[in-house]
């Protein structure tokens, strides 16, 4: 197994290891990874070192990893690249729904698969992907407002909370559909709690936490908070403790961070959706190793994201990310 790490503006089709393409076997798969940006946390740092080890635990498949480093045109360019290369099925975390719809038809008109992985690409495009592997968000946001309502009837507060919600990045499929779940499911089970306010977190916690310290400034009473992932929802907390108001809000999130954990076993925080990055990469390079092997692939291949919470917790291993 040989893997070709590139990042940032590192394009060269140059791969490292000493086998050219014709002189690999017939049963061996050169497959390409185009990635979101791994310096933004801790999820795709982990995601990422879990493909390399599943890809080196594979004698029949190579590997060129890449990152976009959260830049839409150098996404766009990295998948030229590896459509020049002539690999035999590409990966690719979107940073961007729609922006690159082209490249993934480019690399279908080339008969090269495009496995999209994490978050999915937006609908128009979806004749030109062979298989979306990963989470489903749509569900994660529904089971993060399922949470929060539990929440609040335990509270018996279910008739008057007020909450606000920090979202992903804007035009980031995942933050789009973990938004969209949480918002059509709460009015179904909790149809009396307000949701006052939605500002975007951008993945990343210090925004995050200016965010809600603002939401703090401008709302006397919150009772609840939903963050897209635990790592802008700590931020929110953070914002809550220095302002002296964390004890009487419910904060939930969409995706479970070590931190977020932590500030669950701290009785800080009080649940999220329990989702593993390396289950998410390895289902990534064995859902593009089926469908090149010409296995039967659904075109939503999900993986489960169950609900954690303070009374669950211990059933959880915390995340490594």
């Not at 089970?189 to 977190?201: H, K, S, Y």
Request: proline share 4%; aromatic share 8%.
């Amino acid at each position: 197994m040989k893997i070709s790490t590139k990042f940032a503006l590192v394009c060269s089709t140059a791969m490292i290891g000493t086998a050219a393409f014709g002189e690999a076997h017939m049963d061996t798969y050169t497959i390409g990874i185009t990635q979101n940006n791994v310096g933004v946390d801790s999820y795709q740092t982990t995601y990422e070192q879990a493909f390399i080890a599943a890809a080196e635990a594979n004698d029949n498949v190579e590997v060129v990893v890449l990152d976009a480093g959260g830049d839409v045109a150098r996404q766009i360019a990295q998948m030229e690249d590896l459509i020049q290369q002539e690999v035999d099925a590409i990966i690719i975390w979107p940073t961007n729904g729609e922006a690159v719809i082209p490249a993934v038809r480019k690399a279908s008109q080339a008969d090269i698969p495009v496995i999209v992985t994490n978050s999915n690409i937006a609908e128009q495009g979806f004749d030109f992907v062979a298989s979306f592997s990963g989470p489903d968000n749509i569900t994660q946001g529904s089971r993060s407002a399922e949470i929060m309502c539990d929440r609040f009837k335990e509270l018996g507060i279910e008739d008057e909370a007020q909450i606000v919600q920090i979202s992903g990045q804007p035009g980031y499929t995942t933050a789009i559909e973990r938004a969209k779940g949480f918002e059509d499911r709460l009015p179904e089970v909790c149809p009396n709690v307000t949701l006052m306010e939605t500002q975007p977190g951008d993945w990343n916690r210090e925004k995050s936490q200016q965010v809600m310290e603002a939401f703090l400034v401008k709302y006397d009473d919150i009772d609840g908070v939903y963050a897209g992932d635990d790592n802008m929802g700590v931020g929110a907390l953070n914002a809550a403790k220095a302002a002296d108001r964390a004890e009487g809000i419910t904060f939930v999130g969409a995706t479970n961070f070590a931190v977020g954990y932590e500030a669950m076993a701290a009785g800080e925080y009080w649940g999220s959706i329990y989702q593993s990055p390396v289950d998410d990469a390895e289902a990534a390079l064995q859902t593009a190793i089926d469908i090149l092997n010409g296995e039967d692939v659904p075109f939503l291949n999900y993986f489960d994201t169950p609900k954690i919470t303070q009374d669950n917790m211990d059933e959880f291993e915390k995340p490594v990310f």
